[in-house]
C-alpha cells in the first residue's frame, strides 16, 4: 500500500494530489480495496447507515452513527468538511459523540465518496450551502446541530445565517470567514519561518516552480507548524488526501495556500454573522491557520458566540488534542442542545 505522509504529501503536491485517486463508494469497500491496516478499520466502525442523497449537480454520499439516539429525541449533528474538495475522513474523531446522538457526516459534491460531475458550475457557495438542507430533508431531521471545519466553516456559517428553522447551535471549528484575513493571518504566518524556508518561497513563487521539492519542502515546514502538528500525519487524515479533489480545490481557491486567486479570493461573511441566531462555539488551535485573533474577531460579531482556543494544536485540532476537543464539543452542546 502506498502511504502518504506529511513529508512526501506536498512532494506530490496539494494541487496534483487533488488531481488525485479514483473513489469507491461505501466505507467498507474503500477500506478494503485501500488494504488499510486493522487500526484504521477499528476506528472507521462501519456507519450504520450510509447511502446517497439528490443535490444539485448529483448526489452526495452519507454515513450516520448513532441512529439509536432519535428514539430518545437527542438533537443530531451534522459534520461539514473543509477544502474545497477535501472528505469527510479527517474529522472521523466526531464519530465519538455518536455514544449520545446521532453523528451524520457527508461528502460535498466532487469531493470523497460523492459524485464527481466535474462541472465548475456547481462550484458556488450556495449551492454548496444547500446541501445542508438537502441532508436534512432526506434523513427527516427537524432539529439539527451544525459542525463546520475550515471551509466547512464557510459552509456552516453561510447557512446559519440563513437561520433556518430547527438549527439549535452552530460549532464554528477553525473557519474561513474572510478571505483577506486569512492571507494576512498566514502571511504573518509566514514571515516567522526560518530565513531559508521564507527565501525558498518566495524564489519558486517568483519563477512559477512551486512544483519543485524545494519548494514543497519549505510549504511542509508552514503544515507541519499550522496545519497539523503530528509526526507522523494520523491516518484519517491521509486518507481524505488520497481523494482530495484537484480541479475543485484550485478553481475555489487557488494553486497555493498563501494566495487566493480562485473564486474565494474575496470571499467575505463578517458583515453577515450578527444574523446568527443560534448559540455558537468557535474553536480554533493555539497555532492555526485560522488564527485565535480572527476567532475571537469573528465572535465578537457573532450574537451568543464563545472561542475555545485548543493548546498545542493548530487547524486540525480534534486529531491533535482529540481528547480535549471531543470533551469541548460535548459540554458545549450539553449547555445548549437542550436535549440531555
Given at each position: ?49 450510509a447511502g446517497y442523497i439528490p443535490v444539485t449537480g448529483g448526489r452526495i454520499w452519507y454515513r450516520l452513527n448513532g441512529g439509536r439516539h432519535f428514539a430518545a429525541g437527542k ?86 445565517i440563513t437561520q433556518p428553522k430547527g438549527l439549535v447551535a452552530l460549532v464554528l471549528s477553525s473557519p474561513l470567514l474572510n478571505t483577506e484575513r486569512w492571507i494576512a493571518d ?33 510549504v511542509m515546514v508552514f503544515y507541519n507548524r499550522h496545519f497539523n502538528r503530528m509526526d507522523p500525519w494520523p491516518d484519517e487524515l491521509n486518507r481524505t488526501f488520497e481523494v ?97
Amino acid at each position: 500500500m502506498y502511504k502518504i505522509t506529511r513529508r512526501n504529501m506536498y512532494k506530490i503536491t496539494r494541487r496534483k494530489m487533488l488531481q488525485g485517486a479514483g473513489v469507491v463508494a461505501g466505507t467498507g469497500l474503500f477500506i478494503r480495496s485501500l488494504g488499510l491496516r486493522a487500526a484504521w478499520a477499528d476506528f472507521v466502525r462501519e456507519p450504520e447507515r450510509a447511502g446517497y442523497i439528490p443535490v444539485t449537480g448529483g448526489r452526495i454520499w452519507y454515513r450516520l452513527n448513532g441512529g439509536r439516539h432519535f428514539a430518545a429525541g437527542k438533537t443530531p449533528l451534522i459534520v461539514i468538511h473543509g477544502g474545497p474538495g477535501m472528505s469527510h475522513h479527517y474529522l472521523l474523531p466526531l464519530v465519538d459523540l455518536a455514544d449520545e446522538r446521532p453523528v451524520i457526516f457527508y461528502d460535498q459534491l466532487d469531493s470523497g465518496h460523492s459524485d464527481r460531475p466535474n462541472d465548475p458550475a456547481n462550484w458556488v457557495v450556495e449551492r454548496f450551502v444547500s446541501e445542508v438542507d438537502a441532508v436534512r430533508e432526506a434523513l427527516g431531521l427537524d432539529r439539527v446541530l451544525v459542525f463546520g471545519n475550515s471551509w466547512g466553516g464557510s459552509v456552516a456559517a453561510e447557512y446559519a445565517i440563513t437561520q433556518p428553522k430547527g438549527l439549535v447551535a452552530l460549532v464554528l471549528s477553525s473557519p474561513l470567514l474572510n478571505t483577506e484575513r486569512w492571507i494576512a493571518d498566514n502571511t504573518e504566518y509566514r514571515r516567522q519561518l526560518p530565513e531559508d524556508v521564507q527565501q525558498a518561497l518566495d524564489k519558486h513563487e517568483a519563477a512559477g516552480t512551486i512544483d519543485s521539492a524545494e519548494y514543497q519542502d519549505a510549504v511542509m515546514v508552514f503544515y507541519n507548524r499550522h496545519f497539523n502538528r503530528m509526526d507522523p500525519w494520523p491516518d484519517e487524515l491521509n486518507r481524505t488526501f488520497e481523494v482530495f479533489s484537484g480541479d475543485l480545490y484550485v478553481t475555489m481557491w487557488g494553486n497555493t495556500e498563501f494566495n487566493a486567486t480562485g473564486t474565494l479570493k474575496g470571499y467575505d461573511s463578517t458583515g453577515r454573522l450578527s444574523r446568527i441566531q443560534v448559540p455558537t462555539l468557535y474553536t480554533c488551535g493555539e497555532f492555526d491557520e485560522a488564527t485565535p485573533g480572527a476567532c475571537k474577531d469573528f465572535a465578537g460579531l457573532t450574537p451568543n458566540a464563545e472561542v475555545k482556543i485548543i493548546p498545542n494544536a493548530s487547524h486540525t485540532a480534534f486529531l491533535e488534542q482529540r481528547e480535549l476537543y471531543i470533551t469541548t464539543i460535548r459540554e458545549f452542546f450539553a449547555r445548549v442542545a437542550q436535549d440531555a
